[in-house]
């Protein structure tokens, strides 16, 4: 007798997903993809057009079975439990979702009722109104409101049957600097205060950086590493000096210094650009090395012996996102459409 293998749940694990994939037709989706996210955590997605994110949003959510494997939210499975999956999560998107007609109590009314909540649905809504400071406007129509009021009311409306999950895709995009700046503090709060592990997507690199605990980035429906913000960023191989000279520069010489790994010619200076002096057969260096604190001083040297008075600048880069997220993936992180429409919140 052959028993199908079972997946056991892990205990602690907000999402837990083994050998999780996806098949449409002949494509791959996602490729036996494994993620572990602690209860309690802010957690960020990361990945290029393509990689599978929407696609494992949507087996998480309940809203697509994989072809195989298997994926636990809450504590229960995706595939067998999906309205228990739904009951224990909740949903912010980029858009704004709500009735404008209504005022913001109605449309919280409304939300009570979809999750079945009994009579103390007032009582928590008040809570929630007096903590995003919308409990003096609750009479209020949704369409006289800020973009930044509609965003509390789209939280407080997630919040208001307690999941566990909060899943929130990509919820700033579009959004001014301080605007986004707002909601981070608040995504940050409902985190801190309610406990609610944080599920996001993002098209800005620097509020995964700030935001998250841990981050997974997914290319070609696998994940391709996972940890901190501060871990991943010291597993990219070293960091990169680059170097402007005054004029060309025989930099052959250079692999015999310890520490470089790569050394990469990006080019000559603008013949329009000025400098002290105005040669035109100057040269850019991308010098790879293991810890530029450590090399410089060499590199240095080993330049002003050659050709003193060359160097026109020098710049360090350290490891960030952006840098770890183009060495994995081969492509830089995209930045939200030039064409979105600015919101501004007030």
Not at 53 to 69: E, H, Q, R, V
Not at 116 to 139: M, P, T, V
Not at 278 to 300: G, Y
Not at 310 to 337: M, Q, W, Y
Request: charged share 25%; net charge neutral.
């Amino acid at each position: 007798m052959v028993l199908d293998s079972i997946t056991p749940i892990k205990k602690n694990l907000a999402i837990h997903c083994t050998n999780l994939s996806k098949v449409y037709g002949t494509q791959t989706v996602l490729d036996n993809l494994e993620l572990e996210i602690s209860y309690g955590s802010i957690f960020g997605l990361l990945g290029p057009n393509g990689a599978g994110k929407t696609t494992l949003i949507k087996i998480l959510t309940g809203l697509s079975k994989p072809s195989s494997g298997k994926a636990f939210v809450a504590d229960f499975d995706t595939n067998e439990q999906p309205i228990k999956v739904k009951e224990n999560i909740g949903w912010i998107s980029s858009e704004v979702i709500l009735d404008e007609s209504l005022t913001i109590m109605e449309n919280i009314h409304i939300q009570a009722r979809l999750h079945n909540i009994g009579k103390d649905w007032k009582s928590r809504a008040s809570n929630l109104l007096k903590y995003f400071d919308l409990n003096d406007i609750e009479s209020k129509r949704v369409e006289k409101l800020s973009t930044g009021m509609k965003k509390k009311l789209e939280i407080i409306m997630a919040l208001l049957h307690k999941p566990k999950i909060l899943f929130m895709d990509e919820p700033t995009i579009g959004l001014d600097v301080s605007t986004r700046k707002l909601l981070w503090n608040l995504i940050k709060k409902i985190n801190s205060v309610y406990g609610v592990t944080i599920f996001l997507t993002t098209h800005y690199i620097e509020e995964a950086d700030i935001l998250c605990d841990a981050i997974a980035i997914i290319n070609n429906g696998k994940i391709i590493a996972t940890g901190s913000p501060q871990v991943l960023k010291t597993q990219t191989h070293g960091d990169i000096i680059e170097i402007t000279f005054l004029s060309s520069f025989d930099y052959n010489n250079f692999n015999c210094i310890d520490g470089i790994m790569q050394v990469e010619e990006i080019g000559s200076i603008d013949k329009n650009r000025t400098f002290e002096t105005h040669l035109t057969n100057s040269l850019t260096l991308r010098i790879k090395v293991n810890n530029a604190e450590t090399v410089l001083p060499e590199l240095i040297s080993k330049i002003t012996e050659s050709k003193p008075n060359n160097i026109a600048t020098i710049k360090i880069e350290k490891p960030n996102l952006e840098s770890i997220f183009l060495e994995l993936t081969g492509k830089r992180f995209e930045e939200a459409d030039a064409n979105l429409n600015i919101k501004n919140l007030s």
